[in-house]
């Protein structure tokens, strides 16, 4: 039976490698994903272990907070000179050095900052020899205040060379350097993509506004002593809460996992779309195989007469796909080469450079890749042999044999329908269920791929009124080829509705992330308008803090009146979980910021003193909070506070979070000296864009990183943000699309070769090739419509769903009807292009093989 | 009934594959079918009647001699003008229907219309349906028409865009006796009453004893062409010559 399956696939070769194609697609997006992060994580493993070789113990600060991927700053508090002089006394002790690593600015030769990607940028300070892992390719580590390091990543992107002039700021003012060295990481260009700028010591404490503080401590361990006895001993005279002790190798171990588990949402985030690719690519198998099973079904019969049994018959279907499984999953493994500089190559140009060098093939990736695609692949292709299996041996002798209907067929109707209820159970369960976070996110997952199938399953019930509508106005244009459109596109309505349902999926999809996003955008513009009433913000250009003497400079500008900072962290409440906590100045915010108040009143956020809190109606709901209530807070930097509950607000700008406090407070207790970004009012009479205008020359000439906007310019900045972020989605999502394409093109080659005989008959009784290309070309444009239409309607509704829980929070939900109808139409322009090839075949067909045609 | 020639072969040659395993399925066939006639054209397998039909109706090419469509010399056509001539000037019946499955019976009919883009003149329509006897059986799709019937609405769609011939291959071949012979009439019919120009493939001495005159081949030459007489002289003739 292998070898008929063998014989099956030489047979149909085209269509077997269009069906593979939807394997191929899958997989490559699974082996790109793995190849990708793998690479970056082994990229980040190497960074650290050089960054810490010749480090036998590393002495940090605890954190309590992990870093997330918010705006909040959790920076403990910083080593003081305390620490290091323990350490030194620690018997075993060869060497203790203090050194620092803090985000700063990194200006290029036109005094934008260096880096804009996105990937951080850093100021750091000599070590001793021993300690350090940068290794100099040019000049030599600087030595006088005046000097600088730079990694030669940074130096070769800025075009820097030793003797140039390179402009750096950490908390306060830019300050200027002169270029006297240039070093690579080890044998890496750079600190994983990041820049650094190297200083003498206390170059460095100036700049980040320290004293006499570190952010490590590296020891050296004595002859003798291993890193295991020396981190234990220094273990023991530290106090554990103030500083975690590792050697070397786990520092570098804890540093990368670090950055891994930053990272792992971009795997997550790219086998979101592997899945509904190979899912996609499912839905296409399993619908060509059940296109070729029909047509192959006096070949079934045949084989039973001739004494096949129904296993055999059944392993000659499951054969077939097994091997194209396996063939599509293997060059998806090798398309997974390509696949993942592509995918690097799309997050550079959105903004986001990844490092990288070589490329890291593990074991799991491909005994997953070719899993995954070879499974996928059997199960898709099931249904569609268990099919084949019950032709009866009469089907070869009968005139007009077709596949005889199964015992379930009856109940395909309520079982599609059960299905796709299922499917939309599953998804209210997970939107508004107790599930949380990922649970929540997969329940909503998994029952938007049920609703998938129970609608592919039903959508057989509408082709025909779709084809109807989508196709008179088709008809009334190209007269006789649109009516056979019409008529062929709803000839056979579930292989219609399982070929547009591909399309469906992806155009759903694109239309829920369309709309999502679309509200999220309204929501910005929304909030901004809601709760701003200052006309100036002031942020960074790389999402780095406003450092705080840039708000006196701003509060100088003439025009400028009232100026507010705003700042992020967070802290553990006792009994109340991790609220996010803002920092507000209270006698200026009420001037720049509008916010509702359940309890209280603009006048309670004014009277806001260190001691009082206020906090927002979500979390006091959440947390049960009342005003009067004391809580007991703990910040990032260990401080433990107690605040009085002086109000509750409800925020539709969303811009204070669970817990406001003054920013004095934040500033000492939480380590966060800059602001998340400022906020400014323009004094009356002033010509906004005039103070704008005025306002970004001063600050920029002190702090070149920082922008000032109106609020339209930061709304549309918001909205460029949102759309970056689309654009990678629209990219992903575009392989799902393909995959549909694919499917279109097999489905109208397959029932071309069905139909060679009508096609002979037209050719003949004069229908022209034109005529015929257009009639294929419609019908793919039908098909197409119907899934868009779908799609269009599911995607709206999943968006719709998903947003109502988001409402409360200020979500604005927003049907942008413009770019749905484009969507549309794109879909009919798929269509056009997905015929394009089965079309020029059906025309060429030779009539008279045609008519001859069995 | 005029003598003027709607379709002429002269000298046609039709040579299949090349060197030694070349086959000449039409060794010089020079014919000439007059306007208004009904014309069988018999022999056994393998004599080059299909290929004659195929060269004559313009759905193959020649590789030797000229034919003419209503003056029309078929060689100097490219495919978009042969196409165009299929569809104005040929009509066509095949052994099996061919029918649309999808379109209904009166839509087949019409369908020749429709591709050239031109107006259905209703009273022909009506006419030809008449003739065919389907009246009320235009409104069903070909599966639900028995063999006869679908055979009859095949007749009418070769009628209905008043072609200069209509090329009838083996269009008894698949029906039973009762079925051919109404088929068989109605040709018949079209040529008598319409002054239809009718040229029918066969090998069915019954079938072609209705035409007027028989064209009988053999290794791809005309070995008999005369009157046809009635379906015993045929089945003669056909032993004699053939």
Redesign the interface.
């Known amino acids: 039976m292998f070898a008929l399956s063998l014989r099956g696939i030489a047979t149909r070769k085209l269509r077997t490698a269009l069906t593979a194609f939807a394997v191929v697609l899958g997989v490559a997006l699974v082996s790109g994903t793995y190849l990708l992060t793998d690479t970056i994580n082994h990229a980040f493993d190497e960074v650290f272990q050089t960054a810490n070789r010749g480090v036998d113990v590393v002495v940090t600060p605890s954190r309590l907070f992990d870093q997330g991927n918010d705006n909040a700053s959790v920076t403990p508090n910083p080593l003081p000179a305390s620490v290091l002089d323990q350490v030194r006394r620690v018997p075993g002790v060869a060497l203790a050095a203090g050194s620092v690593f803090l985000p700063g600015q990194i200006y290029d030769k036109d005094d934008d900052p260096l880096i804009t990607s996105g990937a951080p940028m850093f100021i750091s300070d000599t070590t001793p020899r021993r300690f350090d892992p940068l290794v100099y390719v040019e000049g030599h580590p600087p030595q006088a205040a005046n000097e600088v390091a730079l990694d030669k990543f940074s130096a070769d992107k800025a075009g820097y060379e030793l003797g140039d002039t390179v402009p750096i700021s950490g908390e306060g003012p830019q300050e200027r350097f002169r270029l006297v060295g240039i070093a690579k990481f080890g044998d890496a260009n750079s600190l994983g993509g990041a820049a650094i700028a190297v200083v003498l010591p206390p170059v460095a404490q100036r700049l980040l506004d320290l004293h006499d503080e570190f952010t490590t401590i590296q020891v050296a361990a004595a002859p003798g002593t291993s890193p295991n006895e020396l981190a234990a001993a220094i273990r023991a005279v530290l106090p554990a809460r103030a500083a975690t002790v590792r050697t070397g190798e786990q520092q570098a171990k804890s540093d990368s996992q670090d950055i891994k588990d930053n990272l792992s949402f971009l795997r997550t985030f790219l086998f979101v779309f592997a899945g509904i690719a190979l899912f996609v690519g499912g839905f296409l198998i399993a619908n060509t195989f059940s296109i070729t099973v029909a047509q192959r079904v006096r070949e079934f019969a045949l084989l039973r007469i001739i004494g096949a049994n129904r296993g055999q018959v059944m392993r000659a279907v499951i054969g077939e796909a097994l091997l194209i499984g396996l063939v599509g999953s293997l060059v998806g493994l090798l398309a997974g080469f390509v696949i993942a500089p592509a995918l690097k190559g799309l997050f550079k140009a959105l903004g986001a450079d990844l490092p990288s060098s070589g490329i890291v093939l593990e074991t799991r990736t491909i005994v997953v890749s070719l899993l995954i695609g070879t499974i996928i692949t059997l199960v898709s292709a099931l249904m569609p042999a268990l099919r084949a299996t019950r032709v009866p041996p009469m089907a070869a002798l009968q005139e007009a044999a077709s596949l005889p209907r199964g015992r379930t067929a009856r109940w395909r109707t309520p079982l599609a329908a059960a299905v796709a209820l299922l499917g939309a159970a599953l998804v209210l369960l997970g939107l508004f269920g107790s599930a949380s976070g990922g649970d929540a996110a997969a329940l909503v997952g998994a029952g938007a791929a049920v609703i998938f199938i129970g609608v592919g399953l039903l959508a057989s019930h509408i082709v025909k009124p779709l084809s109807l509508a989508v196709g008179l106005p088709v008809e009334r244009l190209r ?2 080829s649109g ?2 459109a019409r ?2 596109a709803s ?1 056979n309505p579930r292989r219609t509705a399982s070929t547009s349902a591909a399309l469906m999926i992806g155009v759903a999809f694109v239309a829920f992330v369309t709309i999502f996003a679309a509200g999220l955008k309204a929501s910005i513009a929304d909030a901004v308008n809601v709760g701003l009433k200052g006309q100036l913000i002031v942020q960074s250009s790389n999402f780095q803090p406003v450092p705080a003497a840039a708000s006196r400079t701003l509060d100088e500008v003439p025009g400028v009146g009232t100026v507010s900072g705003i700042r992020f962290s967070k802290a553990i409440v006792a009994g109340k979980g991790r609220p996010t906590v803002t920092g507000v100045d209270p006698t200026t915010i009420d001037d720049v910021f509008k916010v509702d108040w359940t309890e209280g009143s603009p006048a309670t956020l004014i009277a806001l003193a260190p001691g009082e809190a206020v906090v927002s109606k979500d979390w006091a709901d959440g947390h049960d909070v009342r005003v009067g209530q004391q809580l007991a807070l703990t910040s990032p930097t260990e401080a433990r506070l107690t605040a009085t509950v002086t109000g509750i607000y409800d925020d539709k700008a969303n811009l204070l979070a669970d817990v406001t406090l003054p920013n004095a407070v934040v500033i000492r207790d939480f380590n966060v000296p800059g602001s998340a970004f400022l906020m400014a009012t323009t004094t009356p009479g002033e010509d906004v864009s005039t103070v704008r205008d005025r306002a970004e020359r001063s600050v920029r000439a002190r702090y070149p990183a920082l922008k000032v906007q109106t609020e339209d310019e930061f709304v549309s900045d918001q909205k460029n943000q949102i759309n970056r972020l689309l654009a990678l989605v629209y990219v992903l999502l575009a392989l799902t699309l393909l995959i549909a394409l694919f499917g279109i093109l097999n489905t109208l080659f397959l029932t071309i070769h069905e139909r060679t ?2 096609l ?10 034109k ?1 015929v290309k257009q009639m294929v070309r419609w019908e793919a444009v039908i098909t197409a419509q119907i899934g868009a239409v779908l799609g269009v309607v599911l995607g709206a509704i999943f968006a719709v769903l998903v947003t109502i829980p988001l409402e409360s929070e200020g979500f604005t939900i927003s049907i942008p009807i413009g770019q749905l109808i484009v969507l549309l139409v794109l879909a009919g322009l798929f269509g056009v292009v997905a015929a394009i090839w089965p079309a020029r075949r059906a025309a060429r067909l030779d ?2 093989q045609a ?1 001859a045609y069995e | 009934m005029t003598a003027t020639p709607i379709v002429t072969a002269v000298d046609l040659r039709r040579r299949f594959g090349e060197g030694e395993a070349a086959v000449d399925a039409l060794d010089g066939v020079t014919l000439e079918l007059p306007a208004g006639a009904f014309t069988a054209i018999m022999g056994p397998s393998g004599s080059g009647k299909s290929t004659l039909m195929h060269c004559l109706a313009g759905l193959d090419k020649p590789t030797g001699g000229i034919v003419t469509i209503d003056g029309i010399e078929l060689g100097t056509l490219d495919d978009k003008k042969l196409t165009e001539l299929r569809r104005d000037k040929v009509g066509f019946i095949f052994q099996s229907f061919n029918l649309l499955p999808v379109l209904t019976a009166q839509e087949n009919i019409e369908l020749p219309l429709k591709i050239a883009g031109r107006d259905v003149d209703g009273a022909w329509r009506d006419q030809i349906v008449q003739t065919v006897h389907l009246g009320d059986r235009l409104t069903h799709h070909p599966a639900e028409l028995s063999g006869g019937q679908q055979q009859r609405v095949a007749v009418a769609r070769a009628l209905i865009s008043k072609p200069a011939v209509v090329f009838a291959d083996e269009p008894t071949g698949n029906l039973d006796s009762q079925s051919s012979s109404e088929v068989l009439r109605l040709l018949r019919q079209s040529v008598d009453e319409l002054g239809q120009t009718v040229v029918m493939v066969t090998h069915d001495a019954n079938a072609a004893a209705i035409a007027d005159r028989v064209v009988v081949l053999a290794d791809g030459k005309i070995v008999h062409d005369g009157a046809a007489g009635s379906a015993d002289e045929v089945h003669d003739l056909l032993r004699t010559v053939a």
């Open positions: 007269g006789v009516r056979l008529e062929n000839r005989r009508e002979g008959m037209l050719r003949a009784i004069g229908t022209s090739r005529q009539v008279l008519l």
